[in-house]
């Protein structure tokens, strides 16, 4: 079965640099969700999309923008990057009506 | 708020000791309870979905089951295999297409 694809799966960048998380949910998913869960935490909500349309919004840094385009993939846009950033991101799926959500493998980002 | 806690924080197991986890949540009305399982590194992994008082599932060595203001991960026999962190998760009635909200996690180790 088809899963959630997120690129890259790995990613080392400076301070104050910029980054982009990429999110291809399962097919005919319409909600996508964006989590950030640092070392031995649990994840935590950052922003998610349902019919590309913003949804909800938790504890997204401003320096963090995202959006869901019409081909339903989403994008996480990092800017101004800081230590504490570094952490692994996941974005996860969910179909209609929104209900169970399904994970990908995650970006592990690393700011030096 | 809705708020999950989950007990023990670790637990560690001898091959074919069968043991319980606990999940304890407040919500103002429960649309569903979410059962993961996490190895290092990795995205969770979805296990089950509870949605009533009453209700079990069951999956290999795990069973799920869920009461007004709990659930339990039942595991019988278990398998170093199955050693990971699992996490609960729960979504309130009243939201839309909010995001999860997770426990900590218990991380269960089992020896051979």
């Known amino acids: 079965a088809a899963g959630v694809i997120q690129s890259p799966r790995h990613l080392i960048k400076e301070k104050r640099e910029t980054a982009t998380l990429k999110c291809y949910p399962i097919?005919?998913?319409?909600?996508v969700y964006w989590y950030q869960q640092g070392p031995g935490q649990d994840p935590q909500f950052l922003i998610s999309?349902?019919?590309?349309?913003?949804?909800d919004k938790g504890s997204i840094p401003d320096r963090f923008s995202a959006q869901q385009f019409s081909d339903y993939h989403s994008e996480l846009n990092m800017s101004s990057l800081e230590l504490g950033d570094s952490a692994l991101y996941f974005c996860?799926?969910?179909?209609?009506?929104?209900?169970?959500?399904?994970f990908g493998p995650g970006t592990r980002l690393t700011v030096l | 708020e809705d708020q999950v806690t989950q007990s023990p924080e670790a637990l560690r197991l001898q091959e074919g000791e069968s043991s319980s986890l606990n999940c304890s949540y407040t919500?103002?009305?429960?649309?569903?309870l979410f059962w993961y399982r996490q190895d290092p590194g990795k995205g969770p992994e979805f296990l089950f979905t509870?949605?009533?008082a009453g209700e079990e599932k069951e999956k290999e060595r795990l069973k799920a089951t869920l009461t007004k203001k709990e659930s339990f991960l039942h595991i019988t026999a278990p398998k170093p295999e199955d050693s990971a962190t699992y996490l609960c998760?729960?979504?309130?009635?009243?939201?839309?297409?909010?995001?999860?909200?997770f426990g900590k996690g218990t991380r269960l180790s089992v020896i051979a």
């Open positions: 919500v103002s009305g429960l649309r569903g």
């Open positions: 999309f349902y019919e590309k349309m913003q949804s």
């Open positions: 509870l949605y009533s």
């Open positions: 998760a729960v979504r309130d009635l009243n939201s839309g297409n909010t995001p999860l909200v």
């Open positions: 097919p005919r998913h319409d909600t």
């Open positions: 996860a799926s969910s179909p209609p009506p929104p209900d169970t959500q399904y």
